[in-house]
């Protein structure tokens, strides 16, 4: 039976559309995220749908409420943990918030960086095969498949319908 951890992952655009507020996992030197930059979101707890999850995790990370939120895509991610555990995530493209986002959190430190430069930015190998589907304005929904071995991508698929 495959029984993956779900979890929440989103990218809030800045009001004039440039730029993506990430957070720099730099809190904790025993983070399986650690030095990394990467979207807000989480596990989805009991009790939760995935929107509500997106929701409850943007207020704890970043002291913002989603208003307006697409799903972009959703990914399955075998052996992504650092365990080795399977992640099943849902990722998101936040359009419109309300509040002042904090400038860090206990995860490390939250910033607006250029979308044409996130690719300069240290982050998971695998987010640079999904980040430009996230931002394309495509309509459609993509729906990917990246098993890790070791902390790498060790093949990336998706499809779109």
Do not use: Q
């Not at 992952?9 to 800045?14: A, I, P, T």
């Not at 009790?47 to 409850?56: A, I, K, N, P, Y």
């Amino acid at each position: 039976m495959y029984t993956p951890i779900i979890g929440t992952l989103g990218y809030v655009l800045s009001p004039d559309r440039t730029r993506t507020l990430l957070v720099h996992r730099v809190a904790r030197p025993h983070d399986h995220h650690f030095g990394k930059y990467n979207g807000l979101g989480g596990k989805m707890l009991p009790g939760e749908d995935v929107m509500s999850c997106l929701t409850r995790e943007f207020r704890e990370e970043a002291g913002i409420t989603c208003e307006e939120a697409a799903l972009r895509g959703t990914i399955n991610w075998p052996g992504f943990g650092p365990r080795g555990e399977n992640w099943l995530g849902f990722i998101f493209l936040i359009t419109r918030y309300s509040g002042v986002p904090c400038s860090a959190n206990e995860e490390g430190e939250l910033d607006w960086y250029p979308l044409d430069r996130l690719d300069e930015l240290p982050m998971w190998e695998g987010d640079r095969y999904f980040l430009p589907l996230v931002f394309d304005g495509d309509p459609r929904i993509f729906h990917g498949y990246m098993p890790y071995r070791d902390g790498r991508p060790v093949a990336w698929h998706y499809n779109r319908i």
